[in-house]
T-cell receptor, first 111, second 116 residues
Framework: AQSVTQLDSHVSVSEGTPVLLRCNYS??????LFWYVQHPNKGLQLLLK??????LVKGINGFEAEFKKSETSFHLTKPSAHMSDAAEYFC?????????FGTGTRLQVFP | GAVVSQHPSWVICKSGTSVKIECRSL??????MFWYRQFPKQSLMLMAT?????????EQGVEKDKFLINHASLTLSTLTVTSAHPEDSSFYIC????????????FGSGTRLTVV
């Protein structure tokens, strides 16, 4: 069975500082992993995905994530936070026939 | 890219009435679509999976007679909340599976349902 754990429910950073959103996964086979962002009352936008190609995945808006099999992690990073990055972020693993969502991390960005 | 258009973005209805939410795939054929419900400040909860031309598969605990899902064409799936009650108020989001080299999932913009 697949599962995903987002280690922080809230993360606060200052504008211009790095962002780290942590995600650990559990999967009985090589997983497909995604990071989605959701702004208030909006749908989900794909930031990036890992599907067993390069372990360092670059996404939109300067985000990237590294798949580390030995640590079963897929943390999301960004070198410099922008005010517009404030949103809810979901780490997601693809199960056999559906997506399995983490509980989400709310990112706050302070000026 | 693959876009799913979801309408309406918000709706207010009276208790006892029914509400239909539509999701259309604009530039691709969506063989499989998913319907989620999201409570405030919580993650998405899968309600059902629909495949074009067949009956939807509902997750445990989801009332199929209350949440009617129709996926009659490759570009349209609908969710009808029947006899809505205030506890049905929520944010509903659809998603479509993308196959091939674009493997992944694309999401609609969501519908905020308020039942008064």
């Amino acid at each position: 069975a697949q599962s995903v754990t987002q280690l922080d429910s809230h993360v606060s950073v200052s504008e211009g500082t790095p962002v780290l959103l942590r995600c650990n996964y559990s999967s009985s086979y090589s997983p497909s992993l995604f990071w989605y962002v959701q702004h208030p009352n909006k749908g989900l936008q794909l930031l990036l995905k890992y599907t067993s190609a390069a372990t360092l995945v670059k996404g939109i808006n300067g985000f990237e994530a590294e798949f580390k099999k030995s640590e079963t992690s897929f943390h999301l990073t960004k070198p410099s936070a922008h005010m517009s990055d404030a949103a809810e972020y979901f780490c997601v693993v693809s199960g056999t026939d559906k997506l399995i969502f983490g509980t989400g991390t709310r990112l706050q960005v302070f000026p | 890219g693959a876009v799913v258009s979801q309408h309406p973005s918000w709706v207010i209805c009276k208790s006892g009435t029914s509400v239909k939410i539509e999701c259309r795939s604009l530039d691709f054929q969506a063989t499989t679509m998913f319907w989620y419900r999201q409570f405030p400040k919580q993650s998405l909860m899968l309600m059902a999976t629909s495949n074009e031309g067949s009956k939807a598969t509902y997750e445990q605990g989801v009332e199929k007679d209350k949440f009617l899902i129709n996926h009659a064409s490759l570009t349209l799936s609908t969710l009808t909340v029947t006899s809505a009650h205030p506890e049905d108020s929520s944010f509903y989001i659809c998603s479509a599976l993308l196959g091939g080299s674009n493997y992944g999932y694309t999401f609609g913009s969501g519908t905020r349902l308020t039942v008064v």
